[in-house]
């Protein structure tokens, strides 16, 4: 995990030119409960995976708040669009 959150900092900083970049990672365990007149009705168990980037581009703050963290997920995130000779920076 702290190879790919390495990864996704360099490639802002490096191949796009933020001057800051900051990942972060979250793992949730939880329950979920569902009561109906006091009673339980449903309890579901899960874990959820996410992560929030935070980049400063051309003087303009960029977030990105994903629920999905692979690797083939953040390698499609990283290519130029056809045509495109830079990231275009809106804000």
């Known amino acids: 995990m702290k190879d790919l959150l390495t990864k996704i900092n360099n490639t802002a900083t490096q ?3 933020a001057k800051y970049a900051e990942t972060r990672a979250q793992k949730l ?3 979920s409960l569902t009561l109906k007149e006091e009673r339980v009705e ?3 168990q899960g874990i959820e ?3 929030a980037i935070r980049v400063l581009v051309n003087g303009a703050w960029g977030l990105l708040l994903w629920a999905l963290l692979t690797m083939q997920f953040w390698k499609a995130q990283f290519q130029m669009p056809a045509g495109w000779r830079s990231w275009q920076v809106y804000g």
Do not use: E, L, R, W
């Open 29 to 31: 365990y939880k329950t």
């Open 42 to 44: 449903a309890a579901k």
């Open 49 to 51: 995976n996410g992560v």
């Open 15 to 17: 191949k796009f030119g």
